[in-house]
């Protein structure tokens, strides 16, 4: 106690500093973190977290055995699988594209293009995928050159998952390259110089120097990204779905918001949120563990 | 080049073509929100517009800047983004500042604390009902105070911070020079392209972000753009008329949401080249190790 007396009178100004920033993350990070309490409660607002009655697991018990709940599950983990299996290496690939188009006006416009709908809101993003694959969007226009008939391919469950998938691949991978492109400058250039006079092609320059060169960069964004393999963005898949495609495209995010905050369901969708966010942690943590033991370097 | 093979070149050929085919497939889109906000009715009905306009016409945007909605859902996105960088910056200078000190008692603990909050989160109801208890729902500050400092932003400059060397502090000491000095007068100056790209990341986050005011603001007059146009394009309810008193379209619907798309993005594309070589330089920062 005497030190910590001690500590702050040295640095008083420091810990002034850090003071609002501190309140900040107790009040809105680590408060909510107690709130999850209500998800073993039948909360309340009138009762509050003291005043309601303790219920244990029902509310876990009662959306595991839930059908609603199991369907929403399943569209977050496909949906989440296909935008990694699908998504993740997209950036990559485009990073070696950027690197090997050496005329500099040329890489410049195209990385400006790529970049630019990182910047879009989904509001905007996602209005124009509206907008492109309506009746008459220019999809069904170009469909209708080749004489195939209009789809309506936001209403349709054979065709939202694959929508979701690629236009969230458009709109990010340019901006996820610019990582990988850095990366890439930092391999040493020596390499590439000997790989040429041992007489390497440019495919096996990208596969025996590039690639080893920014194998940690790529394990550390995938551990990042298993880690929120249950958060998808909540932002796109709002912006896009509707009723009518809520059998595969209703994702854990959009059902806590519409059971939690429109029904007013606190308690339930407390417990459908606190099971996706243990879900992260316990996945963050071991694809850190498996990073490690492949002696990739973790993030911690 | 003249070492390049046959199959080489033809690589490389194709490489170019396909990047130019990527830029198109992003560009294509672009220009078609562009040119239906600027086509005719008819045109866009008999499907004529592709990537210029049709019927050359500013009514779209005449009842887009006639609406006081559009006005108020403007400001409010406006001053959400202004105020909320300035809290976000503030914050998170002071605090990257005091934690890459390294004299600091207690810092590893408060960084443990921050990290955490990566990895783990209370999810959307509890800090919903957090807000209700602050009685900051439907209030502006629901849209700036819970995203006061983002946990990454931060260690991306504490981390830029290290890297500035020490003998600059011990000197500036030397010379009598407080903390409040060194922050201020050494320290920012010397992070200047971090600073640009932190301030851009959190007025992109603050300019873009919808979700929070659709989950915490209810009240018509306190939404801020990106709501209000999501209220055209997805629930296709502006509000405003398009029918002359016969009930014939005046302007399409799908011209007034592409013209409120425009609109929306305008500041970002004015924005956009001064910035880019700030945010490219400090997504490298990203890779400091810490």
């Known amino acids: 106690m005497r030190e910590a007396v001690r500590a702050i009178r040295a640095d008083w100004l420091l810990y002034l500093f850090l003071l609002p920033g501190l309140v900040y993350f107790l009040l809105f990070k680590y408060l909510p973190m107690y709130g999850v309490i209500i998800a073993f409660q039948d909360f309340s607002p009138f009762l509050g977290i003291s005043g309601s009655e303790f219920v244990g697991w029902k509310h876990f018990i009662r959306f595991f055995t839930d059908d609603e709940f199991i369907t929403v599950f399943r569209n977050t983990l496909l949906i989440s699988l296909y935008k990694l299996l699908f998504g993740f290496p997209v950036p990559v690939v485009l990073a070696l594209m950027l690197n090997e188009a050496r005329i500099r006006w040329f890489k410049r416009t195209a990385q400006t293009l790529f970049y630019i709908p990182h910047f879009f809101s989904w509001v905007v993003f996602g209005g124009i995928v509206i907008q492109a694959l309506s009746a008459d969007g220019m999809v069904n226009s170009l469909l209708a050159l080749f004489g195939i008939e209009p789809v309506m391919f936001l209403g349709s469950k054979a065709y939202f998952r694959s929508i979701l998938v690629i236009s969230d691949i458009v709109k990010e991978s340019g901006w996820a390259s610019i990582i990988y492109l850095a990366a890439i400058a930092g391999v040493d250039p020596s390499l590439y110089e000997a790989a040429r006079i041992d007489g390497a092609g440019k495919l096996r320059e990208i596969w025996h120097i590039t690639l080893p060169g920014i194998r940690s960069t790529i394990v550390i964004l995938l551990i990042l990204r298993l880690g929120s393999v249950l958060e998808l963005g909540v932002q796109q898949v709002f912006m896009l779905y509707n009723p009518l495609v809520y059998e595969v495209g209703d994702i854990i995010d959009t059902y806590v918001y519409r059971v939690g905050l429109t029904q007013q369901k606190y308690s339930f969708a407390a417990a459908v949120g606190l099971f996706q966010s243990t879900v992260g942690l316990i996945l963050i943590y071991l694809s850190n563990q498996v990073a490690k033991r492949l002696g990739g370097g973790g993030l911690w | ?290």
């Open chain 2, 1 to 290: 080049m003249s070492r390049c093979t046959w199959s080489e070149r033809l690589g490389i050929s194709f490489n170019y073509a396909a990047l130019t085919l990527l830029g198109m497939v992003t560009l294509f889109p672009l220009l078609h929100v562009v040119a239906q906000s600027l086509s005719s009715q008819d045109a866009i009905i008999s499907n004529r517009v592709s990537v210029y306009p049709v019927g050359f016409q500013l009514e779209a945007y005449k009842k887009l800047l006639q609406d006081d909605a559009f006005y108020r859902a403007s400001g409010i996105a406006i001053a959400r983004t202004v105020v909320g960088v300035l809290v976000n910056m503030t914050l998170t200078c002071l605090m990257a500042y005091s934690l890459s000190r390294r004299t600091l008692k207690g810092r590893s603990l408060v960084m443990n604390l921050i990290i955490f909050t990566m990895l783990f989160n209370g999810g959307m109801i509890p800090t919903f009902l957090v807000l209700k208890e602050l009685r900051l729902i439907n209030t502006f500050w629901s849209l700036i105070l819970p995203q006061a400092v983002s946990a990454f932003n931060l260690v991306l400059l504490k981390n830029f911070f290290h890297s500035i060397p020490d003998s600059i502090e011990e000197s500036a000491c030397i010379d009598g020079a407080g903390h409040g000095t060194i922050l201020f007068r050494l320290f920012l100056p010397l992070s200047l392209p971090a600073i640009a790209t932190l301030t851009l990341f959190y007025a992109v986050m603050h300019w873009n972000a919808y979700f929070d005011a659709v989950m915490y603001i209810n009240d018509s007059k306190l939404i801020p753009l990106q709501v209000y146009l999501r209220n055209i394009i997805a629930l296709d309810d502006s509000g405003i008329e398009l029918t002359d008193n016969l009930g014939l379209f005046l302007v399409s619907p799908e011209s007034l949401k592409a013209a409120t798309i425009v609109a929306s993005v305008l500041p970002m594309l004015v924005l956009y080249p001064f910035l880019q070589r700030y945010f490219v330089k400090g997504v490298m920062l990203g890779a400091v190790k810490g």
